[in-house]
């Protein structure tokens, strides 16, 4: 009987443990997998200063407001990848109206997006899996068919007008309840 009984314990724990090593815990989400807040507004930072100092695209941004930029593109990756966020800011098609993208700049702005997310060591499927993301967009931002780099933008763009400073101290993620700024604006 006591051998029985062992045996049927041990049975037990063996079927507990093959089950537990196929029920894996949920996915986490990219916005997660990235690094969440603080990962996604590094990476934004460094990506917006490697394109304004890349010639092949940074006169695109000539009359664009910088801290809208931000404020924006930081939100939108934060939704994008399953964060916490809702991206606000216009939509693709009429955010770059007239601002006569090329192919070939759409592909050097993918470029200094990989070089940020190579320099910040992000894992190749994470990579794969935004850009699989933001690659929908590019239908909706090049006007101009052609590998041309380097345009100059179009006199007719007309860019979004400033955020309020209110807004952008506030900045583009959620408050998280009970934080420390939130208790400060009540």
């Known amino acids: 009987m006591r051998k029985l009984a062992c045996l049927i314990s041990s049975l037990f724990l063996f079927v507990v443990g093959a089950y537990a090593q196929t029920v894996q815990a949920p996915k986490k989400s990219l916005y997660e997998r990235l690094g969440g807040e603080a990962a996604i507004s590094a990476v934004v930072d460094d990506f917006a ?3 304004l100092a890349d010639p092949r695209i940074n006169q695109k941004f000539a009359k664009s407001n910088a801290p809208r930029l931000l404020y ?15 991206y606000q800011g216009r939509d693709m098609k009429t955010a770059h109206k007239n601002m006569g993208i090329t192919n070939g700049e759409f592909n050097a702005l993918v470029e200094d997006l990989v070089a940020t997310l190579n320099k910040f060591n992000v894992p190749k499927p994470e990579q794969d899996e935004l850009l699989a993301i933001l690659a929908p967009m ?3 931002m090049v006007e101009v068919q052609s590998d041309a780099t380097g345009t100059p933008l179009p006199a007719n763009f007309k860019p979004a007008p400033p955020l309020p400073e209110k807004k952008i101290k506030e900045g583009p993620f959620p408050k998280k309840k009970g934080s420390m700024k939130s208790a400060k604006r009540r």
Request: glycine residues 10%; aromatic residues 4%.
């Open 72 to 86: 924006f593109l930081k939100q939108q990756i934060c939704a994008a990848t399953g964060g916490p966020c809702k």
């Open 49 to 51: 200063q490697r394109v």
């Open 138 to 140: 590019r239908s909706q």
